[in-house]
Nanobody, 116 residues
Framework: QVQLVESGGDLVQPGGSLRLSCAAS????????MGWYRQAPGKQRELVAL???????NYADSVKGRFTISRDNAKNTVYLQMNSLKPDDTAVYCC??????????WGQGTQVTVSS
């Protein structure tokens, strides 16, 4: 069984930075993608950033140039560095992994609040 545990969410002022972490436990052999999604109150969940096993990366247009996704293979951890945060970035951020032949797993989420 795969488990994903996120951390790093916090209350931060506009313009500030946060780094989210998502640690995967269990066998993630055959992983295809790892990514960050977010859901704000009253809104649909949206993709924030995605990294593929081959190394390619996708970002939502709204975060390009401000957020960076990265992965530490030795630690089975994916990070989301978030800079120049805006109030519109306020949401619950969830980590996701898609495994070949085993499907998708989600973390429980971590709250990011951007407010003065």
């Amino acid at each position: 069984q795969v488990q994903l545990v996120e951390s790093g969410g916090d209350l931060v002022q506009p313009g500030g930075s946060l780094r989210l972490s998502c640690a995967a436990s269990g066998s993630i052999f055959g992983w295809l993608t790892m990514g960050w999604y977010r859901q704000a109150p009253g809104k649909q969940r949206e993709l924030v950033a995605l990294i593929r096993n081959g190394g390619s990366i996708n970002y939502a247009d709204s975060v390009k140039g401000r957020f960076t996704i990265s992965r530490d293979n030795a630690k089975n951890t994916v990070y989301l560095q978030m800079n120049s945060l805006k109030p519109d970035d306020t949401a619950v951020y969830c980590c996701n992994i898609y495994l070949s032949m085993r499907g998708t797993y989600w973390g429980q989420g971590t709250q990011v609040t951007v407010s003065s």
